[in-house]
């Protein structure tokens, strides 16, 4: 596995160049970039050929793009407008070189029946998947672990890949949100090889599922969330691609960028060189 900073954890500090060359010069072979942060570099006059340009020059791969949000529950004219939004996002993901797309079911979904929540699921990764594939473009479906989501858990998130049964969808594991709703280790060797697309790492403190706030999302090895067992799990599934640092602590995101590089790596690869999870060069 790679190690990659998701560009939110230092979005407070520079723009989506200076985090390209950032990431290179603390050793992130692997950055995730935000869908705001690519958007805002677009409109102040740069291209997507400067932001590949600058990718390849720094040696950073972009691993993923976050996120689409909401991609459930929307009416006829609703999801008509989020597949023109996705069709521009994933011309922007091949143009710089992106083969992965993070995906979110919607928040406060108008039912609570599992079986409804599944179906309308897949029939909107079942669209966007048709998109997506015209671009070499995979979509990972983020389950997310807080009450309000529609997809909470990894079972519920697998059962939905499973469903739409395309090559170009699969699950983006996030270890905070993986406990925060009380999936298990064990759960992700339910998984089969390739269906895993992409893994953010947070820790978080102890707390029961459901009760989590977003904002106690700290770095590896910083709370009690059994980060080392997840990736244990993953690599014997096949996984071993990005592990991609995403921390929504203010306080994290608050400090200078070099900081907060050379803290996440040291604590990172710590976790991931204890899971026997660390791809050597």
Not at 103 to 121: M, Y
Request: aromatic residues 6%.
């Amino acid at each position: 596995m790679q190690l990659c900073m998701n560009e939110l954890t230092i979005m407070q500090n520079g723009d989506l160049f200076s985090h390209i060359a950032s990431c290179a010069e603390h050793g992130y072979s692997h950055m995730e970039i935000r869908k705001a942060s690519l958007i805002r570099t677009l409109r102040a006059g740069h291209s997507l050929e400067e932001i590949d340009r600058a990718l390849k020059d720094h040696g950073v791969t972009p691993a993923c793009v976050n996120a689409i949000e909401s991609i459930s529950f929307n009416n006829r004219r609703g999801m008509r407008m989020l597949k023109e939004l996705s069709d521009y996002l994933f011309y922007c993901c091949r143009s710089i070189g992106c083969s992965c797309v993070e995906v979110i079911a919607s928040f406060r979904a108008p039912t609570d029946d599992p079986e409804e929540i599944k179906q309308e699921t897949v029939q909107s990764l079942l669209q966007l998947s048709d998109v997506a594939d015209h671009y070499g473009v995979n979509l990972a479906l983020e389950y997310m672990g807080l009450p309000d989501s529609s997809v909470k858990t990894f079972r519920q998130s697998l059962e939905i890949v499973d469903a739409v049964g395309r090559h170009n969808v699969g699950i983006l594991l996030d270890t905070w949100h993986h406990y925060a709703f009380g999936s298990q280790p064990e759960d992700i060797l339910l998984a089969r090889d390739g269906q895993v697309f992409m893994v953010h790492v947070s820790d978080c403190p102890a707390r029961e599922p459901g009760q989590a706030i977003r904002s106690e999302s700290y770095l590896p090895g910083d709370g009690v969330v059994p980060i080392a067992d997840m990736l244990r799990n993953l690599k014997q599934i096949g996984y071993d691609s990005a592990v991609s640092v995403e921390i929504f602590d203010p306080a994290i995101q608050a400090i200078p960028t070099d900081a907060c590089l050379t803290a996440a790596r040291e604590k990172t690869l710590a976790v991931m060189k204890t899971a026997g999870a660390l791809t050597e060069h």
